[in-house]
């Protein structure tokens, strides 16, 4: 155990692993950018309409049962699934269907909280700001959203930790990223280099929480201090 | 190419092994979840019945999830091999964090009123736990059991890529034969029925719960 | 109440797993023969025709297929989780620490010899060979006058080359491409093995040079052009069931009678036309391999 620990740091410390393509700096950029950019898409895609469907109350069960339809899907699945499609529309390997496998996993919790959220804040809040004269949009941005952010950004958060756990996947499918240490040592038997990308990931995958926490703090009691200082002024 | 996608053939033509991999799936499945159970539940009331050890429960199964379920079963192989004990192991170890959130909310729940009218009617501790708490409890801990078994049913297409897999197996097969129609079917059929096994067992863990607890409607997870 | 819901529920429970553990019949009395392969196509097919003959006789069999490289599958087979599956002669030969030639007898006795202390038979080599191919298409062919692997030194520093994962590891692959042809790529793409996204990833011009393997159907379908191997890097690589000699004792001589049979049928030929099959026209493997079977 100790010796293969030491083997562990052995491969960390060795300069070769630095540079050039499958480098540890290059791989972790990949890693990086689609956890980025699938997590950013994902929550333009999922936040914007679950936020509108949630103020009318509209569709509910429905849609929430259709988007957690989503969560069922196995990302191995998916991702093997879109290769055929992204080589037909020009799009190639790699990084296309990964993307969109990663799609599939980021929307479904998103979606869901947004709409859940927006859907289940405080009736009063809501009749508080008709009462002072806010018009529809003004109060979903005014007061729903920044009520139901808690919720909402969490789950961008769990949907950015697990995007990071996942996209190891597209090693299969030709990508490269974190997931090129644990599929190619496994290929060679390479236990040292499985788990220093296992450790990379997690590694990746603690600091996304730790940013997105932040993040968390940074936005949310902004939102909920001034909505909630607001409405109380207005309603004494 | 995206034309000639699905071929009908090729899926008359593979009914029983179809329905075997289905088969196989269900089984690598319950088999995860029904252990995952049972060393969460262990886990569970260990730190109910000691606090402190929440947090680091919490955070070793919270680990445990964060590494690639690719990763863990490659680490696994070596020591266990290309086995259902690999396999198993792994998808066990992404069982524990949802399954004990879910049964320590699930107890922590029932309220207090009621535990002190049981205890003042002369329950003791275990009385307590297995005829007041733990039913009181159960819509919330199946709510654990769906999302556990629903991931689960995800993580076992992994194992296809040690020698296991269940519907995975079609899954890579597929991956090899992209660009023909048996190949895409596969990945369809793999994939589809992947979908339909986990929202089959997630009615019937809703049908157990209400079979179970007649009283207490369908919960969401914590 | 509660107490007799759940046993009830448990015991359909045990039921249902009970139903799913049901296992293949075969006539023969015996342990079920699990059959594996690497992850390729042909490797696959292969392993499906060995399993298919094998059903026929009516032996018990059990798939699992696409399990991965060498370092993956070679353990399994020789602590009992496969039985049975295709080898390479000249490769595996290799990774046992033995010297390949282009001399597919002496091979073949030399890995005969090499696996047997770790319980392993190779039986009869097949005439079929399947060496590692490097590729590129037409178009790179013609604007350099590429015709022998050799010719691609002239290129050094300028191309990206793409094969399977484990490539940068083997003497037949990037080592000895390296070593004995003195080749220098700007990159290596790990990608498959041989497979659908290695020939994706040439046709695109993502990878100038592919490793795809030279009783592929593709290679003639989409036009590309094999280098020559001028420096005889690549041994004999004939194809032989690599079985577990408990197995073989468990059932004697029929069953390599059934092997055989099916060694002796498969030349080069039959392997690129039943690699064009599947690969180029989309057959369905499993269909492929009973068709070829029946016309043994």
């Not at chain 1, 529809?136 to 007061?143: E, M, P, S």
């Not at chain 2, 964060?66 to 198993?88: H, Q, R, Y």
């Not at chain 3, 000895?176 to 793409?189: A, H, M, N, P, V």
């Amino acid at each position: 155990m100790i010796e293969f620990l030491g083997e562990v740091v052995a491969w960390f410390l060795d300069p070769a692993h630095w540079t050039g393509a499958n480098g540890i700096p290059n791989r972790v950029w990949e890693h990086v950018q689609i956890t980025v950019a699938a997590t950013s898409v994902a929550a333009l895609l999922a936040i914007l309409p679950a936020i509108v469907l949630g103020h009318r109350k509209q569709g509910g069960t429905l849609v929430v049962g259709a988007v957690n339809l989503f969560r069922a899907v196995p990302s191995f699945g998916i991702v093997v699934l879109a290769l055929p499609i992204t080589i037909g529309l020009g799009l190639g390997i790699g990084f296309w269907p990964t993307f969109l496998a990663l799609l599939f996993l980021a929307i479904p919790p998103m979606f869901i909280n947004s709409y859940t959220g927006v859907a289940g804040v405080d009736p009063d809040l809501i009749e508080a700001a008709r009462g002072v004269g806010m018009t529809d949009a003004q109060c979903l941005l005014g007061v729903e959203v920044p009520a139901a952010s808690p919720i909402i950004i969490a789950a961008v958060r769990v949907a950015a930790v697990q995007v990071v756990a996942t996209a190891t996947l597209g090693a299969i499918v030709g990508w490269g990223g974190l997931g090129r240490y644990i599929i190619d040592g496994f290929a060679i038997q390479d236990d040292v280099m499985v788990f220093a990308g296992a450790l990379l990931v997690a590694g990746l995958a603690l600091v996304t929480e730790g940013l997105m926490s932040a993040v968390e703090r940074w936005l949310v009691p902004k939102g909920l201090q001034t909505a909630g200082n607001e409405v109380a002024r207005i309603a004494v | 190419m995206i034309l000639a996608f699905f071929s009908w053939e090729w899926v008359f033509d593979h009914l029983d092994d179809i329905w075997d991999r289905t088969m196989e799936h269900l089984l690598l499945t319950v088999i995860a979840v029904f252990f995952g159970f049972l060393i969460s539940f262990g886990l569970s009331i260990t730190v109910l019945r000691n606090r402190r050890l929440f947090a680091p429960i919490t955070a070793f199964t919270g680990v445990l999830y964060t590494i690639p379920s690719l990763a863990l079963f490659a680490l696994l192989v070596p020591i266990t091999g290309l086995s259902v004990l690999t396999a198993e192991i792994g998808l066990i170890s992404y069982t524990l964090l949802i399954l004990v959130r879910n049964t320590v909310a699930g107890i922590d729940g029932v309220p207090m009123p009621v535990l002190e009218a049981a205890a003042g009617m002369g329950y003791t501790r275990r009385q307590l736990l297995w005829r007041v708490q733990l039913p009181l409890a159960l819509p919330v801990i199946i709510a654990g059991v769906r999302i556990a078994a629903v991931t689960t049913i995800g993580l076992v297409t992994v194992t296809a890529l040690i020698g296991q897999g269940g519907l995975g197996f079609f899954i890579l097969r597929g991956l090899s034969l992209l660009f023909s129609p048996v190949g895409t079917t596969q990945i369809v059929v793999g994939v589809v029925l992947s979908v339909v096994l986990a929202l089959v067992v997630d009615l019937a863990l809703v049908g157990t719960q209400r079979a179970l607890t007649p009283w207490a409607k369908a919960k969401e997870a914590v | 109440m509660l107490r007799n819901r759940a046993i009830v529920i448990l015991a359909v429970a045990v039921a249902l797993v009970a139903a799913a553990c049901s296992s293949d019949d075969g006539t023969i009395e015996g342990p079920t023969i699990k059959v594996g392969s690497a992850n390729f196509s042909e490797s696959a097919l292969v392993a499906e025709i060995y399993a298919q003959a094998l059903e026929t006789e009516g032996y018990s069999v059990d798939r699992k297929l696409n399990i991965g490289s060498r370092e993956i599958y070679k353990p399994a087979l020789e602590s009992g989780e496969l039985d049975l599956i295709p080898e390479y002669i000249g490769t595996m030969l290799t990774n046992l620490g033995g010297v390949a030639t282009s001399d597919s007898t002496s091979t073949h006795a030399a890995l005969q010899a090499a696996w047997e202390p770790m319980g392993i038979s190779v039986l009869d080599f097949a005439p079929a060979q399947d060496k590692n191919g490097i590729v590129v298409t037409k178009a790179t062919a013609n604007e350099f006058g590429l015709i022998t692997t050799s010719d691609l030194a002239a290129l050094n520093g300028t191309l990206v080359f793409g094969g399977p994962p484990e490539c940068p590891s083997r003497e037949f692959c990037l080592i000895g491409l390296t070593d004995l042809y003195g080749l220098d790529f700007t990159e290596f793409k790990p990608l498959d093995v041989g497979g659908p996204i290695t020939v994706a990833a040439l046709e695109s011009g993502e990878i100038h040079v592919a490793l795809l393997f030279t009783s592929s159907g593709v290679i003639l379908a989409k036009d590309f052009v094999l280098l020559d191997d001028d420096l005889g890097l690549q041994p004999a690589e004939n194809l032989a069931p690599a079985v577990r000699t408990e197995i073989l004792d468990a059932y004697g001589d029929r069953f390599e009678d059934v092997l055989r049979a099916v060694s002796v049928a498969l030349t080069t030929e039959e392997l690129i036309a039943l690699n064009k099959a599947v690969e180029v026209d989309g057959e369905d493997p499993d269909k492929v391999a009973a068709t070829w079977l029946e016309g043994l």
